[in-house]
């Protein structure tokens, strides 16, 4: 059959005008695949930025971490129960102040009366960096002796101001999360179901959650430097039908100076909706760690809570949230 020009434009009409609807409904398609797709996207938002940064855990439970001091690295205790970092005078020459003393009380009642500080020009913790800070001086030798371990200094809670602490001693890490990005870290990180949230109090930079043993109920601080659990001497009585006596220990803190005090272990703890069974105490005077009456601390929870499940602990936001805790 022979074509004409007439036969030949509508031929190309056809094909141009399927070749449109073909390419409108490509677009169509795209596009709904994309709205898909954002939509499909939109619960796994990327999770905000966090340090992670690995720890060694020493034979009295304390955490070691790496951080550089004035271009000196090395490893440092971690403890949030210290208000401020320290520095070991044998590696920073410390300036004698006349003015005014800094008094440090030790974990087993001995006080360490301090007028040495170190003028410090940087701490780089991990890209958690702290400038033209005035640091205790104290002798960490026979820390070194019993840890095994030369440490540069003890980083306090003062450096970590801004960010919550996320513990997992399974993994031998610590992460730092600034706290205006806590909840979308959680959020992208574990479900719901894991978070079990506790409001804490916070007596000057040391957290306190309530914890119930039998009908009572006792504030007790948490704080990672603590090896052993703690507990006033004064509820002796009113524990014994909910624990059982193991003997007497001796408590040692930085002066490594030794206070002989009793052990028990309590059969059953709940904070919040957690369950913490067969929780080893020291019955000790808190006055003489430097706990006042007027504090409303009845004792201290450090590794024996921290390391039975990943917890984050935040300062600023007033909270505690245990991941994976066993659940009432």
């Known amino acids: 059959m022979k074509l004409t020009n007439g036969m030949l434009r509508r031929f190309r009409n056809i094909v141009c005008s399927c070749l449109l609807a073909l390419m409108l409904a490509e677009c169509a398609y795209s596009h709904g695949q994309a709205e898909q797709g954002r939509a499909e996207a939109l619960p796994e938002a990327k999770a905000p930025a966090a340090i992670r940064v690995p720890f060694r855990l020493l034979p009295n439970k304390m955490i070691a971490v790496q951080a550089e001091l004035d271009s000196l ?3 440092f205790i971690f403890d949030t129960g210290a ?3 320290m520095v070991n005078r044998k590696y920073f020459h410390a300036v004698r102040r006349r003015d005014g003393y800094s008094r440090i009380t030790d974990v087993s009642g001995v006080p360490l009366v301090e007028r040495s500080t170190y ?14 800070a005035e640091y205790v001086s104290i002798d960490m030798t026979q820390m070194a002796r019993e840890d095994g371990l030369e440490t ?17 001693y399974a993994d031998s890490t610590l992460t730092f999360i600034r706290t205006a990005d806590t909840d979308a870290y959680l959020a992208a990180h574990f479900r ?37 659990s703690v507990l006033s001497q004064s509820y002796r009585r009113q524990l014994a039908n909910h624990s059982r006596p193991i003997g007497a220990v001796e408590l040692t803190g930085i002066s490594r100076i030794p206070v002989r005090v009793t052990q028990i272990q309590v059969h ?3 904070i919040g909706d957690c369950l913490f069974t067969s929780m080893d105490f020291l019955l000790h005077n808190l006055r003489q760690m430097g ?6 601390i009845d004792g201290m929870v450090g590794y024996d809570v921290l390391s039975r499940q990943k917890t984050l602990i935040s300062v600023e936001s007033k909270r505690v949230v245990f991941i994976n805790a066993t659940h009432l």
């Open 291 to 296: 706990i006042e009456d007027d504090d409303g």
């Open 152 to 168: 540069l200094g003890m980083i306090g809670a003062g450096t970590l101001q801004g960010y919550d602490v996320l513990y997992d």
């Open 268 to 270: 059953r703890m709940e």
């Open 73 to 75: 690295r090395g490893w």
């Open 83 to 85: 208000p401020r970092t």
């Open 192 to 228: 719901p179901e894991q978070l079990h949230q506790v409001a804490a109090s916070v007596v000057e930079h040391v957290p306190c959650v309530p914890a119930k043993i039998g009908d009572d109920v006792y504030q007790l601080a948490i704080d990672c430097g603590a090896g052993g």
């Open 119 to 132: 003028p410090a020009h940087e701490l780089n913790f991990h890209g958690i960096v702290e400038q033209g």
